[in-house]
Structures are given as structure tokens and as C-alpha cells.
């Protein structure tokens, strides 16, 4: 289990293959906000605080990989 209060705004986001998925933007509620400048579409996509395994090393990782992770912003 990993504490939510130390995912932070500017952190990058990976999926559990490593790679890039976006940038905090910042939390809202049990989703994470991910910045609009990661995303082909210009606009804001969420995540829910459920897909994450860990935070560690300023980053936070995904349970899922990144096109699987991909899929599911909303």
C-alpha cells in the first residue's frame, strides 16, 4: 500500500512497463489530474488513485502499463 499523501503536483506518471504516461497537474479528490500539455487532445485526463502501486524516486507508478493506462484516462 503506498501513502496518497506524497503523490505531489510535477510528478511524472509511469506505467508499470516504465514508460511515460503525464505529469501531475494536481489531485483532485481520489483521482489524479494529469497536466494538459501530456495529452494529444490539449485537455486535462484523470486518473483514479486506485491504479497506483507505488511512489517512489518523485515518480509514481502504475499497476497497469502505459498503453493499458492510456485506455482508461478520462
Not at 485526463?45 to 507508478?61: G, P, Q, T
Not at 502504475?62 to 484516462?73: G, I, N, R, S, Y
Request: glycine share 6%; net charge negative; no cysteine.
Amino acid at each position: 500500500m503506498f501513502d496518497k499523501f506524497r503523490i505531489k503536483e510535477h510528478m511524472e506518471v509511469v506505467g508499470k512497463n516504465g514508460q511515460h504516461v503525464g505529469t501531475i497537474d494536481e489531485k483532485e479528490g481520489d483521482r489524479i489530474k494529469l497536466t494538459k500539455s501530456d495529452s494529444d487532445d490539449n485537455r486535462h485526463h484523470f486518473i483514479d488513485e486506485d491504479m497506483v502501486d507505488r511512489v517512489e524516486d518523485n515518480r509514481v507508478y502504475l499497476k497497469v502499463d502505459q498503453p493499458t493506462a492510456e485506455d482508461v484516462k478520462v
